[in-house]
T-cell receptor, first 108, second 117 residues
Framework: RKEVEQDPGPFNVPEGATVAFNCTYS??????FFWYRQDCRKEPKLLMS???SGNEDGRFTAQLNRASQYISLLIRDSKLSDSATYLC?????????FGSGTRLQVQP | GAVVSQHPSRVICKSGTSVKIECRSL??????MFWYRQFPKKSLMLMAT?????????EQGVEKDKFLINHASLTLSTLTVTSAHPEDSSFYIC?????????????FGQGTRLTVV
């Protein structure tokens, strides 16, 4: 079983739509959690950290459920510029473990 | 945010030759850097953890004699792919954390696209 699992997509949504991504992780000792965004042939960039209390940054909302070992990302009012691959990332000790990513394509 | 510079961004080499990739933290000190490899449409896979002043820690299945890592200073780690073969063609990317910022954001280099012909 992969340590971090994500639906690969692609998710094809129209501009303005709300889209949600889910992720599960297998190691209960994982310490911190993130969503990264990766554009084609580019390095990953931090989108947001994920906390049990849930956190919001503009149109983006992230949620962590430690009991279920489940992480989510909600994007509201999708923009064309949101098209990218979204990586669920889990930290245990110093190294990050990446999910395979969920590809989002926002269409005009 | 902090800057990690990786060089070269793209390299094409012949089978059997060696290629060195550099990863520098430009405005912070990184006692630990991480090397990842990403195949097309696949996840980033951790190859090894590079520790300043000591030996790197390799993930299972990664050949340490093939992927030589040197972390000679707090701002520089290098990955050398020795005797490269076409199956080593991949996107290699390093990351580092600012030891003064704790275990929060990891900063990534721009990545190196290696093509072995």
């Amino acid at each position: 079983r992969k340590e971090v699992e994500q639906d690969p997509g692609p998710f094809n949504v129209p501009e303005g739509a709300t889209v949600a991504f889910n992720c599960t992780y297998s190691n209960s000792a994982s310490q911190s959690f993130f969503w990264y965004r990766q554009d084609c042939r580019k390095e990953p960039k931090l989108l947001m950290s994920v906390y049990s209390s849930g956190n919001e940054d503009g149109r983006f909302t992230a949620q962590l459920n430690r009991a279920s070992q489940y992480i989510s990302l909600l994007i509201r009012d999708s923009k064309l510029s949101d098209s990218a691959t979204y990586l669920c990332v889990v930290n245990r000790w110093r190294a990050l473990t990446f999910g395979s990513g969920t590809r989002l394509q926002v269409q005009p | 945010g902090a800057v990690v510079s990786q060089h070269p961004s793209r390299v094409i080499c012949k089978s059997g030759t060696s290629v060195k990739i550099e990863c520098r933290s430009l405005d912070f000190q990184a006692t630990t850097m991480f090397w990842y490899r990403q195949f097309p449409k696949k996840s980033l896979m951790l190859m090894a953890t590079s520790n300043e002043g000591s030996k790197a820690t390799y993930e299972q299945g990664v050949e340490k004699d093939k992927f030589l890592i040197n972390h000679a200073s707090l701002t520089l780690s290098t990955l050398t792919v020795t005797s490269a073969h076409p199956e080593d063609s991949s996107f290699y990317i390093c990351s580092a954390r600012d030891k003064n910022r704790g275990d929060t954001e990891a900063f990534f280099g721009q990545g190196t696209r290696l093509t072995v012909v």
